[in-house]
């Protein structure tokens, strides 16, 4: 959170798209009113259909439009219902898009009767809907288009890249290490198997071997009977070596059972080592997973805190701009107020200043004329001396 671009969260949280231009606002302002129009338009031909009970709240002047509106739709119908002259068609026509525009440009004058109106008609739904509402969905897109950026738009794109190739990197380690997981269960699975085989095999080896020895010992004995009725010295000498023979037989069979026995203990053994090696490792899987889950949580958590101390900064943000905004419209206005008081204060000091040159000039031809009095005075006595 900390490394998305500013202007990336400004796209991503609409609350805080706020119009800060004349030509967005005007733009805004046409949409607006649009969507208004298409609403009134869309109540038109319910309230035509129950004029009579609207009559009262519309007043005479828009009741008797209504009334021209839906003339003209009649006979504009009937004129695309039966073929004809297209210039009557098109006067029509016109006169049927005058007529509608003077309804809007009434409507409008009294918005209070539109609401009215809007919340009191109750119409079915229909195409008009989702025109409107998709002219609703265009004035918002057209809305967080005027106030991104191309700058914005890029760290946006930027961002979702971001996203996307983190997501699939994790996708691509989970899936590896759950094909590692699968690898490791099958292998544990065909070693058990084969260890299974081999055991089995050599119990069936074992048990071949005892019948074959009993097998080969009631053999002796009955040759051994048959002998002695021959040969009794002859028969309890060969029946005295043939006991010998099966000692040792019985000797090589225990000594073969021990041996298997033995054997089978190393590869049970062997079994119980792979099945623990197996344990540890899916353990190892659990702790690993379990500790990628606590770090992803306390991400997610650090991730809130930090969303809800951007919201409060933001909303400090707002606040400062405000006051901000407030003391240079106040500096704004000082420094007005002492630029006017100097222009005055410009204004008196030249005023002034002619004002002095006009009395000093005055002063002067007072002065002139004076002497000039005077000399003329001073002519006249040197004349009468004479």
Same mark, same amino acid.
């Given at each position: ?10 796209? @991503?949280?609409?609350?805080?798209? #706020? ?28 309230? !035509? ?9 519309? =007043?005479?002047?828009? &009741? ?19 073929? =004809? ?6 006067? !029509? +026509?016109?006169?049927?898009?005058? &007529? ?22 109750? !119409? ?17 897109? /057209?809305?967080?288009?005027?106030? /991104? ?34 690898? !490791? ?16 095999? @050599?119990?069936? &080896?074992?048990? *071949? ?21 021959? *040969? ?37 053994? +062997?079994?119980? #080592? ?20 606590? /770090? ?8 809130? *805190? ?15 701009? %405000?006051?901000? /905004? ?29 004002? %002095?040159?006009?009395? #000093? ?26």
């Amino acid at each position: 959170r900390a490394g998305i671009p500013l202007g990336v969260m400004k796209v @991503l949280d609409p609350r805080q798209l #706020k119009p800060d231009i004349t030509e967005t606002e005007r733009i805004l302002t046409v949409l607006d009113e649009t969507i208004v129009k298409l609403e009134i338009t869309r109540l038109i031909p319910r309230v !035509v259909g129950s004029l009579e009970r609207y009559a009262r709240m519309l =007043g005479p002047e828009i &009741s008797s439009s209504l009334l021209e509106h839906q003339k003209l739709s009649v006979e504009i119908q009937h004129l695309l219902a039966s073929p =004809g002259d297209e210039e009557s068609k098109r006067a !029509v +026509e016109q006169r049927l898009k005058c &007529s509608l525009r003077n309804i809007l440009r009434l409507f409008l004058a009294n918005p209070l009767l539109y609401h009215g109106l809007k919340y009191k008609v109750r !119409v079915r739904e229909s195409p008009a809907d989702v025109f409107i509402k998709a002219f609703m969905e265009f004035r918002d897109f /057209t809305l967080e288009r005027l106030l /991104t950026s191309p700058d914005e738009e890029k760290e946006k794109i930027q961002f979702m890249k971001d996203i996307s190739l983190q997501v699939e990197k994790n996708t691509e380690m989970i899936s590896a290490l759950q094909e590692e997981l699968a690898a !490791v269960i099958q292998t544990r699975d065909e070693e058990l198997n084969r260890k299974d085989k081999m055991i089995e095999n @050599l119990k069936t &080896s074992m048990e *071949d071997l005892a019948k074959d020895c009993k097998a080969e010992i009631q053999h002796i004995m009955e040759e051994g009977e048959n002998q002695q009725k021959e *040969d009794e010295k002859a028969s309890k000498y060969r029946c005295a070596r043939l006991k010998q023979e099966v000692q040792l037989l019985g000797a090589r069979f225990n000594a073969l059972v021990l041996e298997h026995r033995a054997s089978e203990q190393v590869l049970r053994k +062997e079994k119980c #080592k792979a099945e623990r090696e197996i344990q540890e490792w899916v353990q190892k899987y659990d702790i690993d997973m379990t500790e990628k889950q606590a /770090t992803y949580d306390e991400l997610q958590a650090a991730y809130k *805190d930090e969303k809800e101390q951007l919201s409060l900064l933001m909303e400090k943000h707002a606040l400062l701009l %405000q006051e901000y /905004t407030e003391i240079e419209e106040e500096r704004r206005m000082l420094k007005e107020k002492e630029e006017e008081a100097a222009r005055i204060e410009a204004r008196r000091n030249e005023a002034a200043t002619c004002i %002095q040159a006009f009395w #000093k000039g005055y002063l002067v031809r007072s002065i002139y004329k004076s002497k000039l009095k005077k000399g003329k005075g001073k002519g006249r006595g040197k004349g009468k001396g004479k």
